[in-house]
């Protein structure tokens, strides 16, 4: 278990707090792409505790900049966009795309030089497969992440987008490491509602092990019974991102903190094309909207991301770790808080947390080695969910 201070140094996501600093060090996706329009070129987000607004200016470049304009406050979710910036649509001051300088202050004396002195806070975004991704941390940035589902060209991608998950970011990332759930949560519970859609994860699991890697954590499990299997699983990603295959497809999950009590998941899923050739991609991918939740307000526990969604929001909006009792099976979960606590530390003294990218050579596409994505593993997966 944790104590209550340490909790609050792993939990907490605002500017200036432990936790907070270090994901600032990562690029995040913040919007998918497509939700900017010509008849809606503004969306508010809230991204680590901070109130912004994303746009696309008239040239075609994205921004970043908080929301509140610096002039008296007004929201510039309803700001003119226009050809390199933003305008106030209170007074009429404009930022810039790029770096959020004050490029007009209409009614202001003639020759005044006041604008140079406002800047309004902006951060630098980039485009990726659909999703549109900002760097909230200190220059220099590092580079943004070619992952192998983001840039491959040998099947079809798609992007899913969840409604705001309703506590703290950590409790979905925790799940990463936890080997084992996916036994009861999933695979128990759906064959009791006369499912085989978790077979895969029905199955005795004999033993479980985990590892520190470049990117996070290695995961690996060993099944037993009538399909024994080593299972060899992608690493969690370093700081807040799962990858997993689902059948045939190839997943990447996002769990980005809205605030500390609401984190936002989106999911890049990659179908490889049977024949392993090349597939025309769209610039935006298609988007799906999924729901989680009953009309009587409780979970859908039917599929996987329901019975998830439960798991994390039922443990409170901001769990308690001081009220725990942890298991072996919970080791691959204190070594993920470990290397949380470490790279904070590490941020907190000035130096570089790790599975940053600096390297272009190292970024044209990153790849995981994983047993389960042979041709037997996934024939095997694919197989048990038919079942």
């Not at 001051?93 to 806070?121: N, V």
């Not at 299972?231 to 295959?245: A, Q």
Request: proline share 7%.
């Amino acid at each position: 278990m944790l104590t209550k201070e340490e909790n609050e140094r792993l939990t907490r996501v605002g500017p200036g707090t432990p936790c907070g600093e270090l994901l600032r060090r990562y690029w995040q996706p913040v919007l998918i792409a497509s939700e900017l329009t010509a008849e809606k070129p503004t969306r508010r987000v809230t991204v680590l505790g901070e109130d912004l607004v994303v746009f696309r200016d008239q040239q075609g470049n994205y921004g970043c900049v908080a929301e509140h304009c610096s002039h008296r406050g007004a929201s510039l979710a309803y700001g003119f966009v226009e050809d390199c910036g933003i305008r106030c649509a209170y007074h009429g001051w404009k930022y810039a795309t790029a770096d959020g300088r004050c490029l007009e202050q209409p009614f202001e004396p003639a020759g005044s030089t006041y604008k140079e002195r406002i800047k309004q806070r902006a951060y630098p975004v980039q485009k990726l497969a659909g999703m549109l991704f900002a760097y909230m941390g200190p220059e220099p940035a590092p580079l943004l992440p070619r992952w192998d589902v983001l840039v491959r060209e040998d099947g079809e991608r798609k992007i899913q987008s969840m409604p705001p998950l309703l506590c703290n970011w950590l409790q979905a990332e925790e799940n990463t490491a936890d080997t084992v759930h996916t036994y009861y949560l999933h695979g128990h519970m759906l064959k009791l509602q006369g499912s085989n859609a978790g077979a895969y994860f029905y199955r005795p699991i004999v033993k479980y092990e985990w590892g520190p890697c470049e990117w996070g954590i290695t995961k690996t499990c060993y099944y037993g019974g009538d399909r024994p299997e080593v299972e060899i699983r992608p690493p969690l990603v370093f700081p807040n991102i799962l990858r997993i295959p689902q059948g045939r497809e190839e997943c990447l999950h996002w769990r980005v903190p809205i605030d500390d009590t609401r984190t936002q998941i989106y999911i890049m899923v990659f179908t490889p094309s049977t024949d392993g050739r090349r597939l025309d991609q769209p610039e935006d991918p298609p988007v799906e909207y999924l729901e989680q939740g009953l009309a009587e307000g409780e979970f859908d526990l039917t599929a996987f991301y329901g019975q998830d969604r439960m798991a994390w929001e039922t443990q409170g909006p901001l769990f308690d770790r001081s009220q725990e009792h942890l298991g072996a099976t919970d080791r691959g979960i204190v070594m993920f808080r470990q290397l949380l606590a470490e790279q904070i530390k590490v941020v907190e003294q000035g130096g570089e947390p790790i599975a940053l990218v600096r390297e272009p050579a190292k970024n044209q596409i990153i790849a995981f080695e994983s047993r389960n994505n042979s041709a037997e593993a996934v024939q095997n997966r694919t197989e048990l969910l038919r079942s």
